[in-house]
Every structure is written in structure tokens, then in C-alpha cells.
């Protein structure tokens, strides 16, 4: 739950330049929860070229706000910096 958490939030606030390599993820499975947040309606207008794609047009649909607002738990543990993420998503896996 945090890895998606973590992308809405940082699409929230136009950062990005988020990939799997900052969760400590494959790209492949960060490729996976962003089709997965924009399927379910979390997001909107990812941009898609080929087999590629990109976060930079990407917004959070209604249901995606309300997701942040209704986990915001999440927000007040959420780290300052990127190089803390990794470890943040590590503490939901340890959950699993």
C-alpha cells in the first residue's frame, strides 16, 4: 500500500521523477502499480508511448485525493527525503 500511497503523493506534488529504483523496486513491478493506480481510477493522463511512459502529465482523479486523505496516517510517517523511501516502502513489506 505505501509504494502506490508514495506514487499518488508524489504526482500530488509534482515530483515526478519517481521510478522503481527509488522504492528499491523493479521497474517492471513500478511499471505494474502505476497501470494498476490508473486502472482502478486513481490517476489520470499517464502518457504512454510504445512501451514506455511517462509520469510528468499524470494528476490524481478524485478517487486518488480521496485515497491520500483517507490514508493520512500515512502522510505524517511519509519521510522528507527520497533516499528514505526505500526503507518507509520496506516497513509495509515486513508487515506482509
Given amino acids: 500500500m505505501r509504494v502506490g500511497f508514495s506514487i499518488l503523493k508524489e504526482i500530488k506534488d509534482k515530483r515526478t521523477a519517481i521510478s522503481g529504483q527509488v522504492y528499491g523496486i523493479k521497474d517492471i513491478e513500478f511499471e505494474r ?3 494498476l ?3 482502478q481510477g486513481y490517476l489520470e493522463r499517464v502518457l ?3 512501451d514506455r511512459f511517462s509520469l510528468k502529465p499524470a494528476r490524481l482523479s ?3 485525493e480521496r485515497f491520500l486523505m483517507e490514508h493520512a496516517e500515512l502522510a505524517d510517517e511519509y519521510p522528507d ?3 528514505e523511501l526505500k526503507e518507509w516502502v520496506r ?3 515486513a508487515k506482509e
Fill in 33 to 35: 502499480m502505476v497501470k
Fill in 37 to 39: 493506480l490508473e486502472k
Fill in 48 to 50: 504512454r508511448v510504445g
Fill in 62 to 64: 478524485e478517487k486518488g
Fill in 81 to 83: 527525503s527520497m533516499e
Fill in 91 to 93: 516497513a509495509d513489506r
